[in-house]
């Protein structure tokens, strides 16, 4: 397959190195003269200097037979121009585009762009899978009160998953008037079942939360 990769900072360069190790044809376009004798010292003479959004350096690189265009730059605006002249200059069949600011995916998905990356958001994806959701989200606490509004979202591996609210041994100070359920609110009764994805509303006593916290974790039904 040939590949062009308009970019070649860090993450250019070791997206090439990758490509090239899977045995395809691949081209570095980059403007830097720093950065192209870099790449060209390690991986050999898969680079062009030049502006990747010059149409004539795109058809310098054989950008016209290429089956798929990686725009990696810094700079998003760049990156949204090089993915559509590939797609409607040069009929590229698939043109991916790194984002930088996560803002701007809708623009590139309204242009018809197949493919985009966000850093931001693999980088939050990540974090999601370190971190532990927790089980409770406090929406509004009324300290003189002593209540708490909190949101518990079901998981798919929760134990809760297929159980009656009834079934759950809720404290009687423990109130759970809204289940949000696919985008909408659903009043749940004792006979109500959860399931996966629904986003319990719950009003307690905040010396109550911890319990509500377990039941809603899976702890008290494991004992």
Known sequence: MYIIIVGGGKVGYYLAKTLLHEENEVLII???????????????GIVLRGDGTDSIVMEEAGMERAELAIAVTGDDEDNLMICLMA??????????????????QHIFKLLGIDSTVSVTDLILAQIEREIPAQSLVHLL??????????EAKV???????????RDLHIP????????????????????TTLITGDEVIAVTTIAKEDVLERIFSGETQKR
């Open 30 to 44: 980059e403007r830097d003269k720093r950065k192209c004798d870099l790449i060209a010292t390690d991986l050999g």
């Open 87 to 104: 797609k409607k200059k040069f009929n590229v069949k698939r043109a991916v585009a790194r984002i930088n600011n996560p803002k701007n």
């Open 141 to 150: 606490t009324l300290r003189e009160a002593g209540v708490s509004f909190v």
């Open 155 to 165: 998981p798919a591996d929760s134990i809760v998953v297929g159980k009656r609210l």
């Open 172 to 191: 009687d100070d423990c109130v759970i008037p809204l289940i949000i359920r696919q985008g909408k609110g659903v009043v749940p009764y004792g006979d």
